[in-house]
């Protein structure tokens, strides 16, 4: 049942629902705005509560400070009845990401014209000591009239890390080399995430990829991406060098501040001849003849190397002007050597394309024996200590003294609970765990120290209440009966933690599937899962199925976030629209000159179509030849939700908006 208020605030419809709450489209009655209104579930499950509920409220200090046109605007927060809500700019528009699905590589002039306001927004949040640490295309929101707007600041700190636990949050495909090894941040940080968007703009691919997390964070660590100019010939190089050094792994050599990084953008045309070569190698200047070049790991560029990499390109070799009286080449013959020296540079690019992704397959190879390596390690230790500590407690306890356990382990703390050591009909536990520096609690009572293994002298007799706990392992609960006078052993072993999945999708809102069975989650989601091969598929209205397949081993988190794609299958086109073609043109598999081509369609059919405060007179499924702009689309049908949908159309391409209606309730 849809709730009719929060706080003041009066609610109009739902905008979004995800694993911490819902957005609400509602009305402040006292000036009569329009707003977002965030609020947070307090029946979060898979997540702990505290945590979500302080990422929550740290996003209305962080974004409440901040007044820019670049930024979402927050009006107000507060807690009703359990709920904390979050009062923010209303804002309708296409999130960045969804833009790229759509066009994947956007134009230059297109490109600085989002990335000026995005680095604007940013260099006043950092001036205002607030950093994102969660830059992404999902995060940016673009309105019709081309605003750019930057979203989200739920993780956002002024400075580094967030949790005291050193947990990272972020979104791994984003994250600076920085963020990911849990360092102090500024906003440098932001920019190194920033340079992702911006590769992703200009190429249309993401600079770090793997197949799980360890793997990307692995190369945005240690591996440089390909230049942008090496995956496509068209990009300009003083593009292709504002792109990389944005994304330098050392601060201090990126770019620091988003209006120095715009600068450079603006006037990329220029750039590219006047940037040192140890921050942008461009490639303009290579011959097509000249052997691909192999990027090197930068453990090894060092030498000779090192010095290649410092001398400038040579300028290609001037071509002497033919001879007097020499014979012209015919038409053919042009024709010939053109089609030959393509099929050399496409060749040459080939090669090297092989040859990198030989290397990157290397590097996952390696990477992964490295971490089998340190698994075997770690478990041949565990055995060791495992076995040590069995022997230890088999040990008859008449047999053990106080002094002689100080002399055949090494020492440790001591702990007294009670102040007064002289008192009679005391005992003693002595504690250990596997692993160690379990944290322990005593009858509800902890202190910093209480690390295993150590002794707790001075216990009073009786029963006492123990629980054993540490990260990233189940806690675990004891009953232990102090005796006046013994020094008696509590030893627990450490389950892992329970394995589960993180999951995500662009757009959110998509059900979760783990094995066959739904899960009744909607992305942002968390699934507890048991070890072992698990299959997770997200399904979403309107949008293609997407599946994975993983097999987690105890304790291990499994991290999934696709973006969502819509289904392109063609329609049958309807006949000529009447006198709407006033409006859309007249209906054509062809798609005219000058003009896109729009198809709209609905399950279940019938749906009316109203684009502006015109009606079409016809309803779904159709489409129509229009002319290059931004259209807003409202579908209706009796019995089903209202759509609405802001559809951006350019020349000489189809534009499909296809819709599974939903029913009313």
Same mark, same amino acid.
């Given at each position: 049942?849809?709730?009719?208020?929060?706080?003041?605030?009066?609610? =109009?419809?739902?905008?979004? !629902?995800?694993?911490?709450?819902?957005?609400?489209?509602?009305?402040?009655?006292?000036?009569?705005?329009?707003?977002?209104?965030?609020? @947070?579930?307090?029946?979060?499950?898979?997540?702990?509560?505290?945590?979500?509920?302080?990422?929550?409220?740290?996003?209305? !200090?962080? *974004?409440?400070?901040?007044?820019?046109?670049?930024?979402?605007?927050?009006?107000?927060?507060?807690?009703?009845?359990?709920?904390?809500?979050?009062?923010?700019?209303?804002?309708?528009?296409? @999130?960045?990401?969804?833009?790229?699905?759509?066009?994947?590589?956007?134009?230059?002039?297109?490109?600085?014209?989002?990335?000026?306001?995005?680095?604007?927004?940013?260099?006043?949040?950092?001036?205002?000591?607030?950093?994102? !640490?969660?830059?992404?295309?999902?995060?940016?929101?673009?309105?019709?009239?081309?605003?750019?707007?930057?979203?989200?600041?739920?993780?956002?700190?002024?400075?580094?890390?967030?949790?005291?636990?050193?947990?990272?949050?972020?979104?791994?495909?984003?994250?600076?080399?920085?963020?990911?090894?849990?360092?102090?941040?500024?906003?440098?940080?932001?920019?190194?995430?920033?340079?992702?968007?911006?590769?992703?703009?200009?190429?249309?691919?993401?600079?770090?990829?793997?197949?799980?997390?360890?793997? =990307?964070?692995?190369?945005?660590?240690?591996?440089?991406?390909?230049?942008?100019?090496?995956?496509?010939?068209?990009?300009?190089?003083?593009?292709?060098? +504002?792109?990389?050094?944005?994304? *330098?792994? %050392?601060?201090?050599?990126?770019?620091?501040?988003?209006?120095?990084?715009?600068?450079?953008?603006?006037?990329?045309?220029? +750039?590219?001849?006047?940037?040192?070569?140890?921050?942008?190698?461009?490639?303009?200047?290579?011959?097509?003849?000249?052997?691909?070049?192999?990027?090197?790991?930068?453990?090894?560029?060092?030498?000779?190397?090192?010095?290649?990499?410092?001398?400038?390109?040579?300028?290609?070799?001037?071509?002497?002007?033919?001879?007097?009286?020499?014979?012209?080449?015919?038409?053919?013959?042009?024709?010939?050597?053109?089609?030959? #020296?393509?099929?050399?540079?496409?060749?040459?690019?080939?090669?090297?394309?092989?040859?990198?992704?030989?290397?990157?397959?290397?590097?996952?190879?390696?990477?992964?024996?490295?971490?089998?390596?340190?698994?075997?390690?770690?478990?041949?230790?565990?055995? #060791?200590?495992?076995?040590?500590?069995?022997? #230890?407690?088999?040990?008859?306890?008449?047999?053990?003294?106080?002094?002689?356990?100080? /002399?055949?382990?090494?020492? %440790?703390?001591?702990?007294?609970?009670?102040?007064?050591?002289?008192?009679?009909?005391?005992?003693?536990?002595?504690?250990?765990?596997?692993?160690?520096?379990?944290?322990?609690?005593?009858?509800? $009572?902890?202190?910093?120290? $209480?690390?295993?293994?150590?002794?707790?002298?001075?216990?009073?007799?009786?029963?006492?209440?123990? %629980?054993?706990?540490?990260?990233?392992?189940?806690?675990?609960?004891?009953?232990?009966?102090?005796?006046?006078?013994?020094?008696?052993?509590? @030893?627990?072993?450490?389950?892992?933690? =329970?394995?589960?999945? +993180?999951?995500?999708?662009?757009?959110?809102?998509?059900?979760?599937?783990?094995?066959?069975?739904?899960?009744?989650?909607?992305?942002? *989601?968390?699934?507890?899962?048991?070890?072992?091969?698990?299959?997770?598929?997200?399904?979403?209205?309107?949008?293609?199925?997407?599946?994975?397949?993983?097999?987690?081993?105890?304790?291990?988190? $499994?991290?999934?976030?696709?973006?969502?794609?819509?289904?392109?299958?063609? @329609? /049958?086109?309807?006949?000529?629209?009447?006198?709407?073609?006033?409006?859309?043109?007249?209906?054509?598999?062809?798609?005219?000159?000058?003009?896109?081509?729009?198809?709209?369609?609905?399950?279940?059919?019938?749906?009316?179509?109203?684009?502006?405060?015109?009606? #079409?007179?016809?309803?779904?499924?159709?489409? $129509?030849?229009?002319?290059?702009?931004?259209?807003?689309?409202?579908?209706?049908?009796?019995?089903?939700?209202?759509?609405?949908?802001?559809? !951006?159309?350019?020349?000489?391409?189809?534009?499909?908006?296809?819709?599974?209606?939903?029913?009313?309730?």
């Amino acid at each position: 049942m849809l709730i009719q208020s929060v706080g003041r605030y009066e609610i =109009i419809g739902e905008l979004g !629902r995800g694993a911490m709450g819902v957005v609400y489209k509602a009305q402040d009655p006292t000036i009569g705005r329009t707003v977002a209104l965030k609020t @947070m579930r307090l029946d979060v499950h898979g997540l702990e509560s505290d945590d979500v509920l302080r990422r929550f409220k740290n996003e209305a !200090r962080a *974004a409440g400070v901040l007044n820019h046109p670049n930024i979402v605007t927050i009006y107000d927060a507060g807690e009703q009845d359990g709920m904390f809500y979050i009062a923010m700019e209303f804002i309708e528009g296409t @999130m960045l990401h969804s833009l790229l699905a759509e066009k994947r590589i956007l134009p230059p002039e297109e490109i600085i014209q989002l990335s000026r306001q995005i680095c604007k927004g940013l260099d006043y949040a950092h001036s205002n000591g607030i950093i994102h !640490r969660d830059i992404k295309p999902a995060n940016i929101m673009i309105t019709p009239d081309g605003t750019v707007k930057i979203m989200d600041f739920g993780i956002a700190k002024a400075g580094g890390g967030m949790t005291s636990t050193g947990q990272v949050l972020g979104t791994p495909n984003y994250m600076s080399p920085e963020q990911v090894k849990g360092k102090a941040l500024d906003g440098r940080s932001d920019l190194f995430s920033f340079g992702v968007v911006l590769y992703e703009m200009v190429t249309g691919e993401k600079p770090f990829v793997g197949q799980n997390v360890t793997t =990307i964070i692995y190369k945005i660590v240690h591996e440089n991406p390909i230049p942008p100019r090496d995956l496509d010939v068209t990009i300009h190089p003083g593009l292709s060098a +504002v792109v990389t050094k944005s994304l *330098a792994k %050392v601060p201090e050599d990126r770019y620091q501040t988003g209006a120095e990084l715009i600068k450079d953008l603006e006037n990329y045309k220029s +750039v590219g001849a006047t940037m040192s070569p140890t921050t942008a190698l461009p490639t303009s200047a290579v011959n097509v003849s000249e052997a691909p070049q192999v990027a090197v790991p930068a453990s090894v560029a060092t030498g000779a190397v090192a010095a290649a990499a410092a001398v400038a390109p040579q300028p290609d070799v001037a071509q002497p002007a033919p001879a007097m009286g020499r014979k012209k080449r015919g038409a053919l013959e042009v024709v010939l050597i053109t089609v030959l #020296a393509i099929a050399v540079a496409l060749g040459g690019y080939g090669y090297y394309r092989y040859r990198n992704a030989l290397k990157v397959e290397q590097a996952d190879r390696e990477l992964e024996q490295k971490l089998q390596e340190e698994q075997k390690q770690q478990a041949e230790q565990d055995s #060791a200590r495992k076995a040590a500590a069995a022997a #230890a407690a088999a040990k008859p306890e008449s047999t053990v003294t106080p002094t002689e356990s100080e /002399t055949k382990t090494p020492p %440790v703390p001591k702990a007294s609970v009670s102040p007064n050591k002289a008192e009679k009909n005391r005992g003693e536990l002595r504690f250990a765990s596997q692993p160690g520096g379990a944290k322990v609690e005593i009858d509800g $009572w902890t202190e910093p120290t $209480w690390l295993t293994p150590f002794l707790a002298s001075n216990l009073g007799a009786g029963k006492h209440t123990v %629980v054993f706990s540490k990260l990233g392992y189940l806690p675990e609960r004891r009953t232990v009966n102090v005796t006046i006078g013994k020094s008696l052993p509590v @030893m627990v072993q450490l389950n892992p933690a =329970i394995s589960k999945l +993180v999951v995500d999708s662009t757009p959110p809102g998509a059900n979760v599937e783990v094995d066959g069975k739904d899960t009744g989650k909607i992305t942002p *989601a968390e699934v507890v899962l048991e070890k072992g091969e698990h299959t997770v598929v997200l399904r979403k209205p309107g949008f293609k199925d997407v599946s994975s397949t993983q097999t987690l081993a105890e304790g291990q988190t $499994w991290t999934f976030t696709p973006v969502l794609l819509q289904p392109t299958t063609q @329609m /049958t086109p309807p006949s000529r629209p009447g006198f709407w073609k006033k409006i859309f043109g007249n209906s054509s598999e062809v798609i005219p000159e000058g003009k896109g081509l729009v198809h709209i369609h609905t399950v279940p059919e019938g749906a009316t179509i109203q684009v502006g405060n015109q009606i #079409a007179p016809r309803k779904t499924n159709v489409q $129509w030849p229009v002319d290059p702009g931004t259209y807003d689309i409202v579908l209706t049908m009796d019995g089903y939700k209202q759509v609405h949908r802001i559809v !951006r159309v350019q020349k000489g391409r189809p534009v499909y908006v296809e819709v599974v209606m939903e029913k009313q309730p």
